[in-house]
């Protein structure tokens, strides 16, 4: 089989629809891949579950599974299972699709190693075989509603408006995606800095019905940039999106039931109008630059990493970095090879989340599985996500009786303290003296975790880096001066201070109903019914909205994307199939909903802690995550409840 290539550069894997490899092919790479995942995929195309074997159940690991076999135990496995995908290929038999709830079940418990039942439809939307995408919306607007005008607008064309706008195209609804950027990919195409890449598996950091086989475990910038711009051409998405269109404001014309849409684009400012809008701005896009004193001052080079500027040659320059977030634990170990000197000023010091395949290719032997062994590329998603979904939420949840601590929230939340700490203690043998920047005093959880495989310490340790934690007074026209009194001079200042994550929709003016104003409304703590709706604002659906983070606890954004998108998505088959002019959520709903969301983030180790992150806003409230499971993520939103709405 050959992998389909597009113009894009990118890879998507189109099923697999026979076994052809010779014995001394399929034997040699039978040596290859995840052992648990060749065992799914001989157990499902032979039908044969009895391969399951309670030996060789994969152990959870830190979010991960891993199988636990000596090298002859799994040696020997691996030889059953050539024997079996030989049989299965000689047998001329047809790939099966997708399994039985019975098989699929036993497939769940023995990767999970306990019940698995509740989990069941979310994983088995998680594997799409051939074209049963499971996720697919089961009607069309021609069905529904043939004869009515009907139109939404997406705003943005990053991977959660190219997501919606697939689902919108299964079901027939026409849309229009507006962008303000030359091309599609979103925070993907405007951060552009060195080492900028995913930091989830990207086999589960892509869509469910695209997958890809990916050179490398955790993508780089430019793979997954390439990779949303293939899936917008391969899902003929591009007829339908209005490149370099920056939608300014959206208005609320209560007797059209319709919002109007105010745009600048290349022919200057024009207005279209919607029934339904749904905002697919993201988050991690606008730089957040840090509140610090003579800032506009300094008379160097200066950039923000959101903004990388790669004309500034770094080159046997004296650069300050301010920040060690995710960011910026990313591109300081670039801009340290080759920087005269360096300085990290910290702010916090987070925990590392130990990865040591985060830098590493995908083998050869894998990628002619997933290219050539039919399934395999499927179970290989489920065998990914599913640790990723389960994750390690109870780590992060505060134990009243412990006591909680800033130290750590719970025995569970401690082992984790303790696992993390050994990975950087095991690092710095010979640098003890580092121990301050890689253990902070604050519990696992209360800030993001950057994932490291020891590029972070080995630059640490480099004779032209050092760490400053005295803090900032001021900027200077020549560097930095810290409260010590000591003036830090640089010719080249990188600010690696994040993103304005709390500023949701931001700078898009959005104008409900009797004329309220949605940035007003929310006056700096925004809000929202499931991430998606607020009261007051009929028809308008956010994706990545407000308390939609799942920290540790979620596979990835691709993940709450796709929740977002089938919330929104019904929310217009329920409009079309009881012919409703507007949808807005009831003020009492909202409202139980975020008390609910906020007492519960108060139990949770990012707002427990008094650590400063960017979970939190300016006045301190927890915007971004979501502190329950990711199942009932999926649970409430798979399909809109009529009854949180006011129906018109």
């Not at 988050?283 to 610090?292: A, F, H, M, T, V």
């Not at 989340?353 to 290989?380: C, F, S, V």
């Not at 109903?513 to 929310?522: I, K, Q, T």
């Amino acid at each position: 089989m050959t992998v389909q290539t597009t113009a894009a550069g990118a890879t998507v894997a189109p099923a697999v629809t026979r076994l052809t490899a010779d014995d001394d092919a399929l034997r040699h790479h039978c040596s290859a891949g995840e052992f648990p995942v060749l065992v799914m995929t001989a157990a499902h195309l032979s039908g044969d579950a009895s391969l399951l074997k309670p030996e060789w159940t994969p152990t959870y690991q830190l979010s991960t599974y891993a199988s636990q076999l000596s090298a002859e135990e799994e040696a020997a496995g691996r030889t059953q299972c050539f024997e079996v995908l030989r049989a299965f290929r000689d047998s001329g038999k047809p790939v099966p699709g997708r399994p039985g709830y019975d098989f699929m079940q036993a497939m769940l418990v023995w990767i999970c190693g306990r019940d698995a039942e509740p989990l069941q439809r979310l994983l088995n939307e998680q594997i799409v075989f051939g074209d049963d995408d499971p996720q697919r919306p089961a009607w069309t607007k021609a069905q529904l509603a043939p004869d009515r005008a009907f139109h939404v607008v997406i705003v943005g064309a990053g991977e959660s408006g190219l997501l919606t706008a697939h689902r919108l195209k299964q079901a027939g609804v026409p849309f229009t995606i507006y962008e303000k950027n030359g091309e599609v990919g979103g925070t993907w195409l405007e951060n552009s800095y060195p080492g900028c890449r995913v930091d989830i598996n990207s086999f589960i950091y892509s869509y469910t019905f695209a997958q890809r086989i990916w050179p490398e475990y955790f993508g780089a910038r430019d793979e997954v940039l390439a990779y949303l711009k293939d899936c917008a051409s391969l899902l003929g998405l591009r007829e339908h999106i209005r490149l370099n269109s920056e939608v300014l404001a959206t208005t609320w014309d209560e007797a059209a039931a319709q919002w109007r849409i105010k745009l600048r684009g290349p022919n200057g400012e024009e207005t279209a109008r919607a029934n339904v809008v749904v905002s697919g701005v993201g988050q991690l896009n606008r730089p957040s630059w840090p509140n610090i004193e003579g800032r506009d001052s300094y008379a160097g080079q200066h950039f923000h990493s959101a903004r990388w500027d790669a004309s500034v040659n770094l080159e046997g320059k004296r650069v300050g970095v301010i920040g060690t977030g995710a960011s910026a634990t990313q591109f300081i170990p670039h801009v340290a090879r080759v920087a005269a000197q360096l300085d990290i000023h910290v702010r916090t010091v987070p925990w590392l989340l130990p990865t040591p395949h985060l830098h590493a290719q995908t083998e050869d032997g894998l990628r002619w599985l997933m290219a050539n062994l039919p399934n395999y590329i499927q179970w290989h998603r489920l065998f990914t996500f599913t640790p990723q979904l389960i994750g390690f939420l109870d780590s992060a949840t505060v134990d009243p009786d412990y006591p909680p601590t800033e130290t750590a929230i719970s025995a569970a939340n401690d082992a984790v303290r303790q696992a993390l700490t050994g990975w950087a203690e095991f690092q710095i043998a010979d640098r003890p003296e580092l121990r301050p920047l890689l253990v902070p005093n604050v519990p696992p959880g209360s800030k993001r975790l950057p994932r490291d495989n020891g590029t972070w310490v080995a630059t640490l340790k480099r004779d032209n880096v050092r760490a400053i934690t005295t803090r900032i007074e001021r900027i200077t026209p020549k560097g930095i001066r810290t409260v010590d009194g000591i003036e830090h001079e640089y010719d080249v200042l990188i600010y690696g201070t994040g993103f304005k994550a709390s500023e949701f929709l931001m700078p898009m003016q959005v104008i409900g109903r009797d004329g309220h104003d949605l940035h007003a409304v929310w006056n700096g703590d925004a809000r929202a019914y499931l991430g998606a709706t607020v009261s007051g604002f009929p028809n308008l659906f956010c994706l990545y909205g407000p308390n939609t983070n799942l920290v540790l606890h979620g596979a990835s954004i691709i993940y709450i994307s796709e929740c977002a998108a089938n919330y929104a998505v019904d929310a217009v088959r329920l409009m079309l199939e009881k012919n409703l002019k507007a949808i807005d959520v009831k003020p009492e709903i909202y409202a139980q909903y975020n008390q609910r969301i906020d007492e519960a983030n108060a139990l949770r180790a990012w707002g427990y802690s008094k650590v400063s992150s960017w979970y939190k806003n300016a006045k301190g409230r927890v915007t971004q995550n979501w502190p329950f499971t990711a199942l009932e993520l999926w649970r409430r939103t798979r399909a809109i409840e009529p009854q949180d709405y006011t129906l018109s």
